[in-house]
Structures are given as C-alpha cells and as structure tokens.
C-alpha cells in the first residue's frame, strides 16, 4: 500500500514527438504556461488554468526556439520570455559570432502587439511577475523579477494604459529597475507568499537571505541565517524559477541539491543532500531553522543499481517535508515536531512507492504538489489515510507505530471515521506496544489538535506527546544532530508567516521543553489532598477546587447531546473531581505564566475546554469499545456472569486506568464503578479480590451499594458481599452497611464498633465514676464485663455513629449473643 497519492493535474504526453508539451512555469493563480512545437517548427506558449480546465493560446513563434523561461503577468497583458537563439555549435557554424546567444522579451499580449528586448545577451536569464495579491485583475502596474546567469537579481517596474483597447507599455525609454541582489550562487522563487530565498557565499560558509515582496510596490530583505554548507559550484542554481526540461539531467544531478520550505504554523527548513563516501549510502541533512538544530540523515541502500539516480528528491507537504528516492525510500520528515524521530515516517519497499515518479527529475512549485520536469506532468500529493491505517494495522515496530498514529492524530485531525479506527485498533492491539502506551499517547496526541489552533502559542505550552524522550532506533537510517545558529529576522508588525517564525524562534530561546504543562506537581498535590481528613474538606480553596470540577462537568454537558450509551458521568467521584479540579487550577496557572497578553476569562475558557475535552476523549474510548464489543446496560445484573466482550471492555478499562493514572489524568466520574461492576460479572472471586487488594479495583459507593441490595443470600452470594464488606473503608462502610441486613453484616458492625469505641477510649483516658450497672438479660461473663467496660465509655458521652441510634452498647450485647447462640446451634429468645 502505498502511502503517498498522486492526482494528475496536468500531463503532457511527450510520445506524439511533435506535438510535445513543456510546462515551463506555474503562477501563482494555478495557472500552468506550457510550450510545444507546432507545425513549420513553430514555437507556441500556451496557458492552462487548473480551476477552470480551460486553455488559452497566449504567443506564437515562427521558429524553433528554445524556451528557458517565461512568465504571464496576472493581467494577462504582459508575457515575459527568454529563450536561446542559437547553441554554440550552430553560432560557429553559421558565424553568427555578433548575435547574443539568449534573448529576453517583454511582449504586449491584450492583444499582441509592441515587443521589447529587455536583454539581449550570452548569459542565460529567467523571469518571474510577481504577483503580490492574489485575485487582482486590473492593476495597471507590474513588475518582473529577472535573473541572470551573471548572478545578480533585478525587478523592472512596469506601466500600462489602455489605448483603444490595446494595453500598452507606458514607458517609452528604459524601464525604471532595481537591484534585488547581488553574488549569489543559488536562489529559489516561493511564488505563493512572493518570497525570493538565495544564497550568497561567504569563505567556507554559506548565507541564506530571504526578501519579501509587498503588495505596495515595495520589498524587503527580512532574514538572514548561516549556513554550515560549503558551496563551491560556480554556476547559479535556480529553484522554481520555471523548469527547463532540456537543461543537461547529468548536469543537473551534480549540482547543489538545496531547498528551502516553509509551513504554515511557522517552519522553515532549508533540505540538502550531501555527497557520500561510500556508494550503498544516502545522505542528506534538513536544516530545522526555526527550531535551531539541523540534523543529518544517512540510509543505507538495500539494493544499489549503479545506474540508478543517487540523489534524493525533496517534496513540501506542509507538515511534512518528503525526502525520496525512488525504488529505495520515502521519508517523511515531520517539521512541526521534528525533536524525536519516532514522529517521521520512514518508508522502504512498497509503502514508499509511487508508481508515476520512478525518477528524480522532481519540482515542488506549490505546496503539496510536484512537477515531473522530465515527463512535463504535475500532480497533487497526498498521504492516503487509508494507506497509513493499513500500515499502522501492519506495523511490527514501535517507531512505526508512533510515526502512525502521530500523522492519522495530527496531520489529519479530528477525523471522526479515522479516530474510530485508531481506537479498535489500540483496543485489539494494546499489548504489542512496548515502549509506549497507546492509550496515552492518543489522548495526549488528540487534545493538542483539539486545544492548538485554537489559540496562537498553545502548541508550545500544552504537550504534543506522552513521550519525554525516545531513545530507539529507525533500521535503516541514521541521525546525527546539531544546534546551529537561529536566523535573525528583521521586520515590522508582520502578520503570517514571519511573526508565526518570530514566535518560534523566541520559544527555542526559551528553552522550549520546559514550557509543556507537566503533571508532576499535580500528582504531589492530589496525594496529598486525597489523604486529608473529612473535616479538612470544606476549607474555601476546596470549595473553589470542586467548583472547577463542576463547571468542566457542565461544560461538557452542553457538548454531548447524544444519548449516554455508557453509564458514565451519573454519580459524583469525590477523587476524580477533586482531581479535575485541581487540573483546572494548576494548568491555569501554568498558562498564565506564559500567556500574560491572552487575558484571564480566555484562560479559564481554554483551561475548561482542555479538561472537559481530556473527560470527553475517555468517553469516546469508552463509546466505542461498547459498540464494539456490543455491551448492554445490563453491567450492574450480579446474578449473571460476563460475556467474552465485557471481559474485553474490563481489560481495556484496567488500560485504561493505567494510563490515566501514569499521566495523573482524570476519569470521567463513574469510571470506577463501570470497571467494578464488570470485574464482578467477569472474575472469580480470587481475582476479582486481588484486584481490590492491589488498588485496581475501586470499591464504589454505587457499585458496593447495588450489589448488597440486588444479591440475594445465597452462599455464593454471602461469600461475596462478606469479602466485599470487609475490604470496605470505613466511611464507605458506615453509608452501605444498612443495604445488607444479615447476621454476618451485624456481627461485623458490631465488633467495628468495639474497636471504634476501644479506640476512642485509648484517647481519653479520663477517669469517670462507674456508671448503673445495665440490666443484663442473660448472664455471660466475659461478655458482662466488656459491656460494662463499653458501657462506661459511652457514658463518658462517646458515640462513633451519631446518626445511627440502635448501635449502641445494647446492640452489641445482643449481637454478640446471637451469634454465639447460632454458633452453638442453640435457640435464642
Ligand atoms: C477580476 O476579474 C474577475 C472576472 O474575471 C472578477 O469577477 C473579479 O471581480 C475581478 N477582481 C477585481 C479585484 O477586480
Ligand atoms: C480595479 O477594480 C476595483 C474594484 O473592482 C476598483 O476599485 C479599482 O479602482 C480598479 N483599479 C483599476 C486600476 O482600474
Ligand atoms: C568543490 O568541492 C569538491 C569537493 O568538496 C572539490 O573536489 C572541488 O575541487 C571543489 N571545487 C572548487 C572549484 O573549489
Ligand atoms: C527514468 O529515466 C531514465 C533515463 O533518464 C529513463 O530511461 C526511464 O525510462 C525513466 N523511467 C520512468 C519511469 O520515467
Ligand atoms: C491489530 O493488529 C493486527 C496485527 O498487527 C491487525 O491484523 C489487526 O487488524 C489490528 N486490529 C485492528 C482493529 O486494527
Ligand atoms: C549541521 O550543523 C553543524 C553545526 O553548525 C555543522 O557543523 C554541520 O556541518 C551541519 N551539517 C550539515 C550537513 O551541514
Ligand atoms: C499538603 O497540604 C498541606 C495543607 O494543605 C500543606 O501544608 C503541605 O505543605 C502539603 N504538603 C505537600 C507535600 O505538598
């Protein structure tokens, strides 16, 4: 399966010798200008607009020329073209020793008319209009960017009328110009945001710049940044500056392979590839400038032809940058969150195929789209979900896995269908992961796409993984890391894309691991409100704590209109609303520190959504194992045993708290007693106490409650509910025991409360006179003289169970009697 789709957009079929078609440039309007030879030799330019599918004939040569490069103004009123006149060998033959080799034209096309030479020399030169808004169609104004094999760069500035329906150039002279840059030895034309990257040498290192074009006529050099590449090519290396599809492959090939791409969320990543040493390896190093570091790949060939083209091909797909070589591997490199290498995909065999690009003749004029040069086809790129699903259910490593979900989580977000399948898949194959946890990292993975576009700045505070480090390895491939200088931006009040980098720049100065939200001091705080008396509770920071559980609770209310197909969500859990409570405080906190200009009330409506989005994703886990494994709401009938898919869900839901409790998360309330009462229908009961004992297992009020009331005595049943009462924490204990009315649960009430009394007693140790003697039925000495003792104490004005009238001194007597009457076999009156 392979995981890259190509759409053809446009394809030139080059076998019908005379009637092939070149595309040489791409505008920024999708519209694709294309030469072919017509008859007598002629040359034509053509226009195709990708939206609309239409063509449009724009200029017509009589000869055979050699197009290298050609621009259409956005008017479609001016045509830029450079072409050769002659080769060499031609020029020697004929004597053609005063003709300059290239032309450059500047030719009048609403309608054809005026033609103007704008240079006319033997140095090779491109052209490129700029298009500095999108959509503008009458502007009267334009300019041309054009760059001479001479390594300089210069922008004419153009103006026409409209005469009589003829647009005409205004200028009759010379076009007013200006140098744009100078002594550069390779450069690369972003058409969409009108940008113009180059590089100028400098010793043995190297200076990438960038200017940007404005709308308002003007620009501006905007960055500058080291590189640590040498390059010693003394010829000028173009990048999307048109495609010349004669240019020599071999020349090509051996010249410097560099490009820069840029993402939306701010990246900026200059890709190379190096020359190796030895044949069976691959080497190439992406430059991370917005994070700092640049990091140099090396993959060993599994197979080495050595005709094949040893040089990879470099595609921008937004968040990822694609490096591949055909026949051997795709690597996506991820340039969002490159610090692990888990989180690229590194695809060999026939994940990493694609059939229509079998060579490395490749362009990436616009973002996710690549432009065959050699074959003259383009077509949109894409990753396949449906591959990367398959690869994820095919995965036999752990870093395959991660690379996986991390792209199906936050590359293609949110998808409700995709989500779905990532959880059967982590429900039916939770135990093949090794070195992480699946469930956390979907949780962790699915909130940062929920939280991060959100709000500018987030991405940086809230974590993106559930991983702090990874430490395996890619088979195959080889990383080496380096930190390198940042680039230093020079400009004003920019929105987009420079104050998206700005931003990410000043993160990596702060030292950005330390800005994600950790649930380190969370945890110490829980454990040690957990463990506090009842009395404690009501002090007002609880109060303000429970009242940010409540407000999550009901914000997430609001949210899920759909019936509750799971019993969650219907009982309060003190643990895990303190817990929610105290998340919604400390991560307050915690972006407060950082998001100062964001302002409070904006704070505390991220803080919400982020909790009750971390409650809801539980939920959703929990929805769709129940579907799944088709559970009922019959969970809480004691009398039956569980299904097999229960003891699925019962499984998941033991995953599941693990991974909540690894990552101190809270659980939506009525987690415990879901799991619980499943544990009951589903263990024998050793089991199902060693899970009580080690912690598992939460006795639940609701859960506990139900199962006194609804089982009947039977000796199964009694051997049951006694483990269950005995393990009961006393407070739960006080609150369920009336549900259970049975001799066993009385003695057991009674010894308890002896032992509370003793206890009470051991406190006070006051010495009162001896109270009355209490008229006692039955004469039973060592019982007589506990009573009397008890007797004495609760005299003394101590009553563990206030509210509970009849358990008293007197009850235990009687309790006490009754018992050892039965234990006797003895009839009691
Ligand atoms: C550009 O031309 C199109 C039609 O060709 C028209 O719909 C659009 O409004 C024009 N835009 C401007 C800014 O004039
Ligand atoms: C271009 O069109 C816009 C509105 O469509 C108009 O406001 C503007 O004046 C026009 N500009 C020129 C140069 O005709
Ligand atoms: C360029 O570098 C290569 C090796 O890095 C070297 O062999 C070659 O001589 C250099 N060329 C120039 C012109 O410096
Ligand atoms: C790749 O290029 C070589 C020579 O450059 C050519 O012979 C071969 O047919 C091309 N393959 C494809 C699939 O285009
Ligand atoms: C679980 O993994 C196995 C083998 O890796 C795979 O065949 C199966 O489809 C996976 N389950 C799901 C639901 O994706
Ligand atoms: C990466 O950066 C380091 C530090 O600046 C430098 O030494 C190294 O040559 C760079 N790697 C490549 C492939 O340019
Ligand atoms: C636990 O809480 C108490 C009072 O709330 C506080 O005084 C104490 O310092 C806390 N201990 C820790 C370890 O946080």
Wanted: charge should be negative.
């Amino acid at each position: 399966m392979k995981i890259l789709c190509l759409l053809i957009l446009i394809f030139s079929d080059t076998s019908g010798k005379s009637s092939a078609l070149y595309v040489v440039n791409v505008e920024r309007n999708s519209k694709i200008i294309y030469t072919w030879k017509g008859n007598e030799r002629n040359t034509h330019i053509g226009l195709y607009d990708l939206q609309t599918k239409q063509n449009e004939h724009l200029y017509m040569f009589e000869r055979d020329l050699h197009i290298i490069s050609c621009s259409v103004n956005n008017e479609r009123t001016l045509l830029a073209v450079s072409f050769r006149q002659y080769t060499e060998e031609e020029r020697v033959s004929r004597l053609l020793q005063s003709v300059s080799k290239y032309l450059t034209l500047l030719i009048e096309i609403h309608p054809i008319n005026n033609v103007r030479v704008l240079k006319a020399v033997d140095s090779c030169v491109q052209v490129q209009f700029l298009y500095p808004v999108e959509g503008r169609n009458n502007s009267t104004e334009s300019r041309l960017l054009l760059v001479s094999e001479d390594k300089y760069i210069e922008q004419f500035d153009i103006h026409v009328a409209e005469e009589e329906h003829k647009v005409v150039i205004q200028n009759s002279g010379q076009l007013p110009r200006a140098r744009v840059a100078d002594d550069l030895i390779w450069a690369q034309w972003d058409m969409m945001e009108q940008r113009l990257f180059y590089i100028v040498p400098k010793e043995s290192r190297s200076t990438l710049k960038c200017v940007q074009f404005y709308p308002d006529e003007s620009f501006n050099s905007i960055l500058e940044s080291h590189l640590d590449i040498s390059v010693n090519d003394t010829q000028l290396k173009l990048v999307n500056f048109g495609y010349d599809h004669c240019q020599d492959q071999d020349v090509a090939s051996k010249s410097l392979n560099l490009q820069v791409f840029t993402s939306k969320a701010g990246g900026l990543c200059v890709c190379c590839s190096l020359a190796s040493d030895t044949p069976d390896e691959i080497r190439y190093s992406i430059y991370f400038l917005h994070k700092g570091y640049n990091k140099t790949f090396t993959v060993s060939l599994e197979r080495t032809e050595s005709h094949q083209l040893k040089e990879v091909a470099f595609m921008n797909l937004d968040y990822y940058v694609a490096a591949y070589l055909p026949g051997q591997f795709l690597h996506l490199l991820n340039i969002e969150h490159p610090d692990l290498l888990c989180y690229s995909l590194f695809l060999t065999g026939e994940d990493a195929r694609i059939d229509m690009l079998q060579n490395c003749s490749i362009q990436s004029p616009l973002m996710s789209t690549v432009l065959d040069c050699h074959v003259g086809s383009m077509y949109a790129v894409s990753i396949s979900d449906s591959a990367l699903l398959q690869f994820l259910q095919n995965s036999k490593q752990d870093s395959e896995r991660l690379a996986a979900l991390h792209c199906a989580l936050l590359y293609f977000r949110h998808t409700e269908d995709l989500e779905m399948q990532i959880i059967w898949w982590i429900s039916e194959n939770l135990s093949t992961c090794h070195s992480f946890d699946p469930i956390q990292e979907f949780i962790i993975a699915s909130l940062y796409c929920r939280m991060c576009p959100e709000t500018h700045n987030l991405d940086k505070l809230l974590p993106y993984t559930s991983l702090l480090d990874w430490i395996g390895i890619i088979p195959g491939v080889t990383c080496a890391t380096d930190i390198i200088s940042l680039p230093v931006l020079e400009f004003q009040n920019s929105k987009g894309f420079w104050e998206k980098l700005n931003s990410n720049l000043e993160s990596v100065k702060y030292a950005e691991p330390h800005l994600h939200y950790h649930s380190n001091v969370l945890r110490r705080e829980w454990r040690n409100l957990s463990e506090e008396r009842e009395e404690r509770r009501t002090t007002a920071y609880l109060r303000n704590i429970f009242e940010n559980a409540k407000k999550v609770l009901s914000h997430l209310d609001t949210w899920d209109s759909e019936e509750r197909l799971v019993p969650l969500f219907q009982e309060e859990d003190y643990q895990q609303q303190l817990l929610m409570g105290l998340m919604v405080a400390q991560l307050k906190d915690h972006l407060m520190r950082h998001l100062q200009y964001v302002g409070k009330k904006k704070i505390d409506q991220i803080v919400l959504d982020y909790v009750a989005n971390l409650l809801n994703l539980v939920h959703r886990i929990m929805k769709e194992v129940w579907r799944r494994y088709q559970l009922h709401s019959c969970i809480f009938c004691f009398d039956e045993r569980g299904s097999t898919g229960e003891f699925a869900v019962f499984h998941i839901m033991s995953r599941i708290l693990e991974a909540a409790s690894g990552m101190c998360m809270p659980l939506p309330p009525g987690f415990h007693t879901l799991h619980l009462g499943l544990g009951v229908r589903c263990l024998p009961l050793h089991t199902l106490l060693h899970y009580i004992d080690t912690g598992v297992l939460h006795l639940t009020e609701t859960c506990v409650g139900k199962l006194l009331k609804d089982l009947d005595d039977t000796e199964k049943n009694e051997k049951l509910k006694f483990s269950i009462v005995m393990r009961l924490p006393e407070a739960l204990s006080q609150k369920v025991r009336q549900y259970w009315n049975h001799p066993i649960n009385a003695n057991f009430i009674a010894r308890k409360y002896v032992k509370l009394l003793l206890e009470k007693l051991g406190n006070r140790q006051s010495s009162s006179p001896i109270p009355e003697r209490l008229s006692v039925p039955v004469e039973f000495l060592p019982l007589n003289y506990l009573t009397n003792m008890l007797a004495e104490i609760e005299n003394q004005g101590v009553h563990p169970y206030e509210k509970q009238d009849h358990v008293n001194v007197r009850f235990v007597e009687e309790t006490a009697l009754k018992h050892t009457m039965t234990f006797l076999g003895l009839k009691y009156s």
